[in-house]
Nanobody, 125 residues
Framework: QLAESGGDSVQPGESLKLSCEVT????????ISWWRQVPGKEREEVSC????????????VWGDFLEGRFTISRDMAKNTVYLQLINLNPADTALYSC????????????????WGQGTQVTVSP
């Protein structure tokens, strides 16, 4: 079970920290990935952390450069993975979801076994 939280409506330039609380599985055996989706576009991966705590960061999403604005991390004691978003802009508006699969990250959403419901991030002036 994965449960996201932390989404909100913010203004451009502001920051958010999203959480993905994981139950029933352990982070030392699973990779956790963050994805985002807007209506009319495919869901795409923005960052992933594998079971060894190694990070895969995708520098472009839909042609927009993330420029290191998104940072993934995990807290083993809380069994939670975070996504820190900084300097948000309207193009970051999306439903952000986390997903889990054994051990290694993958860029293919069909290879993930567990998904959360998502948390909405809205960025507008």
């Amino acid at each position: 079970q994965l449960a996201e939280s932390g989404g909100d409506s913010v203004q451009p330039g502001e920051s958010l920290k999203l959480s993905c609380e994981v139950t029933g599985i352990t982070l030392n055996k699973y990779a956790i990935s963050w994805w985002r989706q807007v209506p009319g576009k495919e869901r795409e991966e923005v960052s992933c952390i594998n079971y060894k705590n190694q990070v895969s960061e995708y520098s472009t999403v839909w042609g927009d450069f993330l420029e290191g604005r998104f940072t993934i991390s995990r807290d083993m004691a809380k069994n939670t993975v975070y996504l820190q978003l900084i300097n948000l802009n309207p193009a970051d508006t999306a439903l952000y979801s986390c997903a889990a699969r054994y051990y290694e990250c993958s860029a293919y959403e069909t290879r993930y076994d567990y998904w959360g419901q998502g948390t909405q991030v809205t960025v507008s002036p």
